[in-house]
């Protein structure tokens, strides 16, 4: 929508040209469709913000974006994080790794320690694509759409203790989450996880995995990031799999 000013929830009276005024009933801001009932009409309709000339009440057009939208949130999280690396805050880290289904990826972010294995758990501070594809916010008092340096706004006003644990200098972390955001964003992100399903034992790749964050989207044919920083020396089966790995290349 162009005007982010403007309410757009169940409850909030619209206008089409031929039906007249209406109100909303449901709002999918991920897909850009609506359910409105029109006067006394029992039932609803089902209307497309893109094609469909709803207007606010007021008469201003409702402009939905024609761009597929993320139907990840990992993208977004990085752009994130790096504004707050940027801030001083460079002890903030982000892991994410598919659901064992592969329907969808979990992100967690954390801070203090580069313990990937370990990493401490903060209420708020993870979730799941699956939940973001139908409710498009983290829950900062963050909006729809929002920027990433609105982003980071919101984190840091949500949970300003936990974050004050990411207050620190992590170089090499910094370096190479900068380089990465480079190379990925905006259209895809990394996933940690290249073997979740224990039954699947895979040789770990050289590179970082690399996922797309919205439908639509090539596949990634860019330089593919390494490791993270303390990567492969923090795994906890680290010694398995780089044994598995020599055995696969030889």
Not at 32 to 56: A, I, K, N, Y
Not at 215 to 233: L, T
Request: with cysteine.
């Amino acid at each position: 929508m162009t005007d982010r000013g403007k309410a757009l929830a169940p409850g909030t009276v619209v206008f089409h040209p031929d039906r007249g005024y209406g109100v909303l009933t449901m709002v999918n801001l991920m897909t850009g469709w609506v359910s409105v009932r029109f006067g006394d009409e029992l039932r609803t309709l089902d209307l497309s913000l893109v094609s469909d000339s709803l207007q606010h009440a007021d008469g201003a057009a409702i402009l939905f974006r024609r761009q597929a939208p993320d139907f990840m949130p990992h993208g977004r999280l990085m752009a994130m994080v790096r504004v707050l690396h940027e801030r001083g805050y460079e002890r903030l880290y982000l892991y994410s790794w598919p659901k064992p289904s592969g329907m969808h990826w979990r992100w967690h972010l954390f801070c203090g320690q580069r313990d990937w294995v370990h990493r401490p758990l903060r209420p708020g501070w993870y979730g799941s694509g699956s939940d973001y594809m139908f409710n498009p916010v983290f829950g900062w008092g963050d909006a729809p759409g929002a920027t990433d340096v609105e982003l980071a706004d919101a984190f840091a006003r949500a949970d300003p203790d936990g974050l004050a644990h990411a207050r620190g200098r992590d170089l090499a972390h910094t370096r190479w989450f900068a380089e990465t955001c480079e190379l990925l964003l905006p259209n895809h992100a990394f996933s940690l996880g290249w073997d979740s399903v224990a039954r699947v034992r895979r040789a770990m790749p050289d590179t970082v995995p690399v996922m797309a964050v919205r439908r639509g989207v090539a596949a990634y044919a860019g330089e593919a990031p390494d490791w993270p920083p303390g990567w492969v020396d923090g795994w906890a089966h680290h010694g398995y799999f780089r044994a598995l790995r020599r055995t696969t290349q030889s």
